[in-house]
């Protein structure tokens, strides 16, 4: 996890985000404050939440004004935790206020992309979870669109301790379920071969676990070996000049008096490489990042005596003063202590097999509307082309009738003029009539 340095200096996001946090207690008159030089955005870094840049713009233009800046450098966590450090918004100067104001508004038309983005995405007609949505916002006052204020900067630091106390624990549970997948995925493979090849397979598995497992020791994190190693391979100093106080200037990279979780878990690289090594086939990047994690947490929770994420100089001189600094202790990897059991593996394998098997309902519901669509097409179709080959019979069939009323006019005066016409009437002889000779005056 990548913290941002500069998010230690205020502390408003208490010992989650690994803060420092101070106060003087101080009346200002912001009326007589000269307006600040930099109001330039202020570079952003991640914390691993969702809101991380609106987090990090927060903080560092509060940092920017000199009062506030003041009011956290002897802040206690409790002071943070109960709000009373968010009424000191109402003394910052008004052109930090200003900005403040814009960064919510962006913050509040980003959400509301996301939240549209998702619905368009869904599309499906199902009825929307608001609750869900609405947690998305839970880091500021959603009612209020248009300025920032002190419930905003309350609720930032609320959802932030929050969201980051629990931020650890979801990447250990993501871990322990890529493990379990791992080995679901390692087993289902197994199950496809042949017996030859699965032995071999065994076997290369094993030959792949001994070989991971054969690394020089590990060091135990935050011990005087661990400290001493650094002091050596990193800071190329001679070990038999070792001084926790130098040690702890050369390793903090930021200069504000205290290591943070970025530059603890940087102290342990050394360590890491000695089990870990990207270009190696038995070594998992994924079960390094979960050891970086283990080490700064076991430093942490023996070091981080006032737990505000933070260690501070007096913290580290007092851990270098006690026996356990100098014991010689293994550090155990997190492939030497199982991450789950096997029921839970079983446990996990039953869901897995309970939503393919969802999936495969859904799927041949799928296949089942797409036969009945692609047979209602064919229907169409079908009846598509007797109305187009009834039309063409229609036209057909008109054609012929109108070139048999043109036809029939020209017919009757043929007969009319062929017909013999009895002398003194204008009417043609019947037929079957028979013509006899008519005799002629003066003829005999």
């Not at 912001?30 to 609106?54: F, N, V, W």
């Not at 869901?351 to 799928?366: G, P, V």
């Not at 692609?374 to 080959?389: C, D, I, V």
């Not at 029939?408 to 062929?418: I, K, L, N």
Request: glycine letters at 4%; aromatic letters at 6%.
């Amino acid at each position: 996890m990548v913290r941002h340095k500069a998010l230690a200096h205020c502390g408003l996001v208490l010992f989650s985000l690994g803060l420092c946090v101070q106060t003087v207690p101080i009346s200002v008159d912001k009326t007589k404050d000269k307006p600040p030089e930099d109001l330039d955005s202020p570079q952003t870094a991640y914390s691993g939440l969702h809101y991380d840049r609106y987090l990090s713009e927060v903080i560092q233009y509060l940092e920017k004004d000199p009062h506030f800046k003041e009011k956290l450098k002897n802040a206690d966590i409790d002071d943070i935790k109960n709000g009373k450090l968010a009424k000191e918004l109402d003394f910052v100067h008004h052109s930090f206020r200003t900005k403040l104001d814009e960064l919510k508004r962006e913050e509040i038309g980003r959400l509301r992309m996301l939240i549209k983005a998702k619905h368009d995405i869904r599309g499906d007609g199902r009825t929307i979870d608001h609750h869900a949505l609405l947690k998305q916002f839970e880091h500021l006052n959603h009612k209020n669109t248009e300025t920032f204020e002190i419930e905003d900067l309350d609720r930032l630091i609320k959802s932030t301790t929050n969201d980051l106390e629990n931020y650890d624990k979801e990447r250990h549970d993501e871990f322990k379920q890529y493990e379990m997948m791992k080995e679901h995925e390692r087993r289902e493979r197994l199950k496809n071969m042949t017996e030859e090849e699965r032995r071999k397979e065994e076997q290369h598995y094993q030959e792949m676990k001994k070989k991971h497992a054969d690394h020089p020791k590990v060091n135990h994190p935050g011990s005087e070996d661990q400290l001493k190693e650094v002091w050596k391979e990193t800071d190329g100093l001679d070990p038999s000049d070792f001084n926790p106080k130098t040690f702890f200037k050369l390793h903090d990279s930021n200069g504000d008096g205290y290591l943070d979780e970025s530059e603890l878990e940087a102290i342990f690289s050394n360590e890491l490489q000695k089990v870990y090594n990207p270009e190696n086939e038995e070594d998992d990047m994924v079960e390094m990042e979960e050891e970086r994690l283990r080490m700064r947490e076991h430093v942490m929770s023996e070091v981080d005596t006032d737990k505000d994420r933070l260690v501070s100089l007096n913290e580290f001189m007092e851990a270098t003063d006690k026996q356990e600094f100098k014991e010689k202790e293994e550090w155990e990897t997190v492939d030497e202590n199982p991450i789950y059991t096997e029921e839970e593996l079983s446990m996990y394998e039953w869901h897995l097999a309970k939503e393919e098997n969802k999936l495969d309902m859904k799927t041949a519901e799928l296949q089942k509307q797409k036969e009945e669509l692609q047979k209602k097409e064919e229907e169409l179709n079908a009846q598509k082309k007797g109305l187009k080959q009834l039309a063409e019979e229609v036209e057909k069939l008109r054609g012929q009738s109108e070139n048999a009323q043109v036809k029939q006019p020209a017919a009757a005066v043929v007969t009319s003029e062929s017909a013999p016409v009895v002398p003194g009437s204008s009417q043609p002889l019947t037929p079957g009539h028979q013509q006899q000779d008519v005799p002629v005056p003066g003829q005999s």
